[in-house]
C-alpha cells in the first residue's frame, strides 16, 4: 500500500477519524474533510459541537430504551399512544421505521440488539428482563414481536415468547409481508405498514 502523503498533520488526522467510520473509505473521508473545509468557520464548529453535544447529552428512555433528549422519549409520554400496546424492535432505525408507516400508535421496546451466539450476544446482553418486567407490571395487553425475519431474529422472537406465554398477555408478531431474511429496516413503508395491521398470533406463525 502507497504511502499517502498530507500536507498538514492536521488534515491527516481529520481523514483518520473520518475513515473509522462505518463504510467510509479513505478516498471518502479526505473528500468529506476538504468540504468542510470549504465551509464557513461557524458552519463547521457547529457540526463539530453538535457530534460533541449528541455524544455527551443523549439519553435513553427509561420506559422503553429508545434514544431520547430526556429520560422519557416523546413516544412514551404522548397522551395519543396507546400504552397497553408494545411492540418489540431490535434498535432506534426499526423503530423509525415502523414510525413512518404512521400505522402503529402503541408504545416501543427496544431490545438493543438480537440473540446472535455468533456474535457473542445472549439474552443477558440485551434489554428482554425489562420488558418482561413491563408486561408483569399487568397494564400491557399485547406484545408485538418486529424483529427481522433472520435466523437470529426468530431465535429472539422464539426465546421471548417463551418467556412471555405464560403471562396474561396475546403475543403477535408480523405478517409475513416483510419476506424471510429480510431486516426491517429495508422494508418499504407500505409492506412494513400492512405487516404490522395484519399481525398475526406469534403461535400460528410458527406451524407457518
Known amino acids: 500500500m502507497i504511502n499517502e502523503k498530507f ?11 473520518f475513515s473509522k467510520l462505518p463504510g467510509i473509505g479513505r478516498k471518502t473521508a479526505l473528500r468529506l ?21 449528541l455524544r455527551n447529552d443523549i439519553k435513553h428512555c427509561k420506559v422503553c430504551h429508545n434514544i431520547s433528549d430526556s429520560e422519557i422519549c416523546n413516544i412514551c409520554s404522548h397522551p395519543a399512544r396507546v400504552p ?8 432506534i432505525k426499526d423503530v ?28 443477558s446482553d440485551l434489554e428482554i428482563n425489562s420488558l418482561i418486567e413491563r408486561v408483569q407490571e399487568g397494564t400491557i395487553t399485547e406484545v408485538i414481536l418486529a424483529l427481522s425475519t ?10 421471548i415468547y417463551k418467556k412471555l406465554k ?7 408478531t408480523l405478517a409475513r409481508g416483510v419476506s424471510i431474511g429480510d431486516e426491517l429496516e429495508y422494508a418499504d413503508e407500505i409492506t412494513l405498514g400492512r405487516s404490522i395491521k395484519n399481525r398475526m398470533n406469534f403461535e400460528d406463525s410458527l406451524s407457518q
Do not use: K, W
Open 84 to 91: 397497553e400496546i408494545v411492540c418489540v424492535v431490535e434498535n
Open 166 to 172: 405464560d403471562l396474561n398477555v396475546r403475543i403477535s
Open 96 to 123: 423509525m421505521s415502523i414510525e413512518n408507516t404512521q400505522q402503529f400508535n402503541g408504545l416501543y421496546h427496544v431490545l438493543g440488539g438480537i440473540i446472535s451466539p455468533m456474535d457473542g450476544i445472549g439474552p
Open 150 to 159: 433472520t435466523m437470529e431474529g426468530d431465535t429472539t422472537n422464539f426465546f
Open 33 to 53: 474533510v476538504l468540504h468542510l473545509l470549504r465551509q464557513d468557520r461557524e458552519e463547521v464548529t457547529f457540526f463539530g459541537e453538535s457530534i460533541i453535544q
Open 7 to 17: 500536507p498538514s498533520r492536521l488534515l491527516e488526522n481529520a481523514v483518520n477519524e
